[in-house]
């Protein structure tokens, strides 16, 4: 579906501060077409974030938003979708922001399965601080603090949120970008904490130093790496060494925290000594 | 009767507070849990979050969203909010913080009383930042004070600390408490202007921007990096910046008069007066009935608010009075500030500490009372 995204912009505000190929545009794109194409109100949808280059996101799109501390974003999401549960509550994260300082609260939100979307942008750096390792620098690449090649190895982002309790999850990249807006409406559509990783590009912080010069060859190893769900299950643990899967991964319901303390809220209320 | 963490609850609950996310301490814990039981009842929400930082997230969320909110918590929790507490304050978003104090530094002496944190309370947080500190001393001032700190907290979009201690916390005292129709509740001030013309940091005149809350017809931005008045990054702007921080400490102390509260006791003749606050006021008070008693002209100043501190109350003791003893459960904090306003002053500072977890007595107090004199 073809949409305008410039009615959702605030293009006053550009130019943005992103350098040349990042991916955070095309995530930004995705998220932007996917309220679209969910028909949503701008009025209706509150973009929360933290620190880092992928929290930027907020400040050029013309929904409800702020931008918090480095890490916290979810946890400021969870009293504010507490205190106004009719609205579509969106975090945007990076992977040092959402998996490092921010990990904890990770995990508790998709415990809680309290009815936020996490877009979670891996770039697998810190981006804004100029190229340092994030939990999901691959084991052995360079960054500014390994200069020697990182030592230690990553995790699996979105089986962590599943362990945890997600009841949507599902993984994207920059270059498959018309699967991620997908993955990021149903995240959306979905009750519950829905959790959609965007695999993306930083240039300047990882690229460069990576052997990966340009941000066409960055999207191409994405093109070259991505393997979805569908393809994977015909495939042996060999052929998916070193493949990331794409596509989606968990779609349950199951209660939903707002809803759940709204029927509580009510109960509380119809009893002798409620208001 | 009523306990000192209760006297919270209820007073929050007068004031309209309807969010409350906490992390079990003590000697706060009492507050969460009653705030579990008695939110859903009035329409409103508690939650339990993963750690403190996580619960001043959420509760600054919360009066994002238009619903006024408050959290408790001691030392070691206290120390994980500043960091949030910094970012309310520079974003401007109303909450409070409750603050049952319990001997430090660390985990230190968990359930046993102190006034440890009085400068945490003040500068715990990065940057220069303004913030609004209340004290109780007693059960029912913990209910007024804890109004008047989301009263506070709501007209100055600011956060308000208040800080109780382990001792006023859990007392349990008769209380009369206002009729609700009595008590008088502030709301945050809304735009008048329609959304096209709303700048969410385009200050009154009192210095405060109007807030209104999303989903509205208001959109807009928040963020914590220097901002200009329509809430967009002004990161290198050192105008911007200047204006910013300098208005964001005016709106304080434009209000000094309505904010600072503090009470005189037997004042008018005293040559030794003792300065007081939470706790450790208690005994000040025993202290100068019993020299009263015995002939001695001893007085008291209390202090209900810590931050700004009310240096003005000192103008009153004129060249008379000899000595001001400021008796504090820590190693000499706000006695600095006590210094500072009676720099112009002929009258001697002497300070009266005690950190190992027991109360300052009355007994303490009254023995150096006598040995100043
Ligand atoms: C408490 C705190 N620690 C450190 C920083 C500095 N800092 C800013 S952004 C950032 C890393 C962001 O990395 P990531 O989440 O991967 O986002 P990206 O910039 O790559 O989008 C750090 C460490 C901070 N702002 N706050
Ligand atoms: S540093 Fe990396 S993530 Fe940040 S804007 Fe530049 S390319 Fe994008």
């Known amino acids: ?275 | 009767m009523m306990q000192g963490n209760e006297a919270c609850v209820e007073g929050a609950i007068a004031a309209g507070v309807r969010f409350f996310a906490g992390y079990p301490i003590s000697p706060a814990t009492e507050i969460a849990e009653l705030m579990a039981e008695k939110l859903p009842r009035v329409g409103g929400a508690f939650i339990q979050m993963e750690d403190e930082i996580a619960s001043m997230a959420a509760v600054i969320g919360a009066s994002i969203g238009g619903v006024k909110s408050l959290t408790a918590t001691s030392g070691p929790g206290f120390t994980l909010k500043q960091e949030n507490l910094g970012y309310a304050a520079m974003v401007e978003i109303p909450c409070v913080i409750v603050n049952v104090q319990r001997g430090g530094p660390s985990t230190g002496m968990p359930t046993l009383p102190a006034q440890m944190d009085v400068m945490q309370s003040r500068w715990g947080t990065h940057g220069d930042h303004p913030v609004v500190v209340l004290c109780p001393s007693t059960v029912y001032e913990c209910y007024v004070l804890t109004i008047k700190a989301v009263n506070i907290a709501e007209m100055l979009r600011v956060p308000v600390i208040v800080l109780s201690d382990a001792i006023v916390g859990h007392i349990r005292e008769k209380v009369v408490l206002p009729d609700p129709g009595e008590i008088e509740i502030v709301e945050r001030k809304k735009p008048l202007v329609p959304p096209e013309g709303y700048l969410p940091y385009r200050a009154d005149e009192d210095g405060v921007p109007p807030f209104i809350t999303y989903g509205k017809g208001y959109r807009y931005h928040i963020t914590s990096n220097n901002y200009d008045e329509g809430g967009f990054p002004a990161t290198n702007d050192h105008k911007v910046a200047h204006a910013l921080i300098n208005r964001l400490h005016a709106k304080i102390e434009k209000r000094r008069s309505e904010i600072i509260v503090t009470e005189e006791y037997m004042l008018d003749d005293a040559e030794v007066v003792i300065f007081a606050y939470g706790c450790t006021a208690r005994s000040a008070y025993s202290a100068v009935e019993t020299a009263r008693e015995q002939g001695i002209r001893a007085g008291i100043i209390k202090a209900l608010t810590l931050w700004p501190f009310p240096r003005e109350v000192f103008r009153k003791l004129g060249g008379r009075v000899r000595t001001v003893i400021v008796p504090e459960m820590n190693m000499g904090q706000l006695v600095v500030e006590v210094e500072a306003a009676l720099k112009d002053n002929p009258a001697r500072v002497v300070p009266l500490n005690r950190v190992d977890g027991k109360m300052i007595t009355p007994g303490q107090i009254l023995d150096l009372v006598k040995e100043v004199i």
């Open chain 1, 1 to 275: 579906m073809a949409v305008h995204v410039d009615r959702y912009l605030r293009l006053h505000k550009m130019p943005h501060i992103w350098c040349p190929g990042c991916g955070n545009g095309i995530v930004l794109g995705a998220l932007v077409r996917a309220v679209a194409e969910l028909g949503c109100s701008r009025d209706e949808v509150v973009v929360i974030t933290g620190i880092g280059c992928s929290a930027r996101t907020n400040a050029i799109i013309d929904f409800n938003t702020f931008q918090t501390t480095h890490g916290r974003a979810l946890s400021f999401a969870t009293g504010f979708k507490l205190a106004r549960p009719e609205m579509k509550v969106v975090v945007v994260t990076g992977d040092g922001d959402g998996l490092a300082i921010g990990g904890n609260h990770l995990i508790h939100s998709a415990r809680r399965n309290i009815d936020i979307t996490t877009i979670l942008i891996n770039n697998s750096i810190y981006g804004m601080t100029g190229g340092q390792h994030s939990p999901l620098t691959p084991a052995g690449s360079y960054a500014t603090t390994a200069p020697y090649g990182t030592l230690e190895p990553v995790f699996d982002a979105c089986r962590l949120v599943e362990g945890a309790g997600a009841t949507y999850v599902a993984r994207g990249t920059a270059y498959h970008v018309v699967l991620l807006q997908r993955l990021i409406a149903r995240a959306i559509s979905h009750k519950g904490f829905a959790f959609v990783e965007a695999v993306s590009q930083c240039p300047v912080g990882f690229g460069r130093r990576n052997k990966m010069r340009t941000p066409s060859e960055m999207m191409r190893w994405q093109k070259d790496h991505a393997v979805t769900v569908k393809a994977a299950a015909g495939m042996s643990r060999e052929q998916l060494r070193g493949k990331i899967l794409i596509g989606e991964f968990v779609n349950r319901n199951l209660p939903e925290l707002t809803e759940v303390y709204g029927r509580l809220i009510r109960e509380a209320q119809s009893r002798p000594g409620g208001e």
